[in-house]
């Protein structure tokens, strides 16, 4: 097996162990737009999120992390760049080479073949899980248990107008607190009040607009983690 059809391979099993037939607690909605809330895993591991995209198309993402305690890492700015690519596959499906991160904190990622999700979902959810169970000292395969679990039995899916580069779309949130009432919650630093904010549009190419991470603490933010797609970077 190729070491692209492998990582593309990769891609398919780490959403469907995100996905676990994930349920959602949609919000009520009223009048003329109101609309029954999709499934959370589905809208985010499963629809054809490139379909809207083509062959030599360019998807910057904008990152940032910010920090109060020291000993969680560095705050900084950086960016993730996704380059679109047609697939054998045909149809929806892309093939998708990655650029993570500038030069000064470049890792490897990817490339994906014949996918037809969005990889950067999965790629800053493992990016963030490696942080976090490293920073913690835990095992990341729980972390990913609870977000998963989370997704399934307590995720909040709402219709919702998100800012793209200054401009409104239409698209979905979905939220969720993994770590709440975590029996381990003592060992957590804190971090057990993160809140996980993924915003979708079938406006935006690749759909995903902004994931957000973030845990409050007294007196300000602890935790502070997001990628946002930029449509002025080409």
Do not use: C
Request: glycine residues 8%.
């Amino acid at each position: 097996m190729s070491l692209r059809r492998a990582l593309g391979l990769w891609l398919v099993l780490m959403a469907a162990l995100f996905s676990g037939g994930a349920l959602v607690m949609p919000q009520a909605a009223s009048g003329a737009e109101a609309q029954a809330a999709p499934d959370a895993a589905t809208l985010l591991f499963e629809d054809p999120q490139l379909a809207n995209t083509k062959a030599g198309q360019t998807l910057t993402y904008k990152y940032s992390r910010k920090v109060a305690d020291p000993e969680l890492g560095a705050s900084f700015d950086d960016r993730v760049v996704l380059m679109i690519e047609a697939s054998a596959n045909g149809g929806d499906a892309r093939d998708v080479r990655v650029d993570f991160f500038t030069p000064e904190r470049h890792h490897a990622a990817g490339p994906f073949e014949g996918v037809t999700t969005n990889p950067m979902l999965l790629l800053f959810l493992e990016n963030h899980l490696g942080d976090l169970s490293g920073r913690l000292k835990g095992n990341p395969r729980y972390f990913k248990t609870a977000i998963r679990t989370a997704l399934r039995d307590a995720a909040t899916v709402t219709a919702a107008d998100l800012s793209v580069g200054g401009q409104t779309v239409k698209g979905w949130r979905v939220t969720v607190t993994p770590f709440k009432g975590d029996p381990n919650a003592v060992r957590m630093r804190g971090l057990d009040s993160l809140a996980y904010t993924f915003e979708v549009s079938p406006e935006v190419p690749g759909q995903i607009v902004r994931l957000a991470i973030k845990a409050d603490a007294p007196g300000g933010t602890l935790w502070e983690e997001s990628i946002a797609y930029d449509p002025t970077s080409h």
